[in-house]
């Protein structure tokens, strides 16, 4: 996966989520080493405290580890960890105004659950 | 490794180049030496280097005054102007630079080279366009290895691509080799990503000295206040700079 940088996050912000995302999908897997900074750096065009910055963020959340001399790897546990904290951000991220807008534009409750309904592949019937 | 400015100012006749500045690049960070045409970038660097004299202040390197030429030794300055004879062929002026300059890496040189393809044994250095000049420029300067390196406008005439490849090997030669860096640039969105610390002039002044550590991927606040001040001379500037690119290929 390529990382796209947009203008409206610091930049050190979408490192670490362009992690946490590469974590949950399994493109690196856990025990697995991330890029080293330098790679972050040079690949990106980014300042390397930009890129050490976002690492650290998931360091601190326990999800990174550091080998000396070796780089930063994967936590094992990291994925778990990283759906449980998206699934308890869910309601309040997609649900909350998911409803908003539903109300806005009129749409009931049995709508509304078509509309998921719909959402769903077919195959599961 | 530290550049210091004690109140530096600088006048040409009745223009004031630079007023009263005082500024510390240090700490092996990439600085950013961001504002127009005029704002008095070109006459920060030089007087750094020594390549012109401040009327009032004090430049230290590394805490000796860069009046020494053992001070002077610790940077390397990519101005605007080429320093070599004309005639000479590029190949040629890389085994000079080896005598010239101490710690100077040839070999790395002509690794440099070769990425961005300089025809070294083809041209002379009066024959190169102003991307290959500034190419030219680029290579001597990292090739200097040393612990300052200064760039005036580094991609000037150069083509996405080759601006593209500058930003990727300063950031590999930043990684390998510590060194304060200062990137003196008019594009301040395209090298707001590889600065860890802005210093904005404007008018001879510092306008802006700090981090710009969380400042978004695009020119934010307060770049972006400050384009939007200058927006209209910094478009007029780079088209000025296009036709003169334009003129000298």
Partial sequence: MELQFEGNKPIFQQIADWLADAIIRGDISEEGQIPSITEFSVNYKINPATALKGVNLLVEAGLLYKKRGLGMFVASGAREKLLQQRRQSFYQ??????????????LTKEELMQMIERGYPQNDD | MTIELQQV????GSLTALRAATVRFADH????????????????????????????????????????????????????????????????????AERLFPGFDLAYARELAEAFELPVNRKKIKG??????????????????APHLLFDEPVLGLDAQHRDLFYRLLLAHYAETPCTIILSTHLIAEVSGVIEHAVILRQGQILVDQPREALPAGSREPLASMLAQEGADLQNYFIKLMEEGAKNE
């Fill in chain 1, 93 to 106: 991220d997609f649900i909350l105004p998911l409803l908003t807008e539903a109300q806005q534009v009129q």
């Fill in chain 2, 29 to 96: 960070k990439i600085y950013g030496l961001l504002g127009n045409n005029g704002a008095g970038k070109s006459t920060m660097l030089n007087l750094i280097a020594g390549r012109i004299f401040p009327d009032a202040g004090s430049i230290r390197i590394d805490g000796r005054p860069n009046t020494e030429d053992a001070a002077l030794g610790r940077l390397f300055l990519m101005g605007e102007k080429n320093l070599f004879p004309d005639e000479m062929n590029i190949a040629r002026a890389l085994r000079w």
């Fill in chain 2, 128 to 145: 190169l366009s102003t991307g290959y000049g500034s190419i030219f420029r680029i290579v001597l300067t990292l090739a200097s290895r």
């Fill in chain 2, 9 to 12: 100012s600088k006048r040409y």
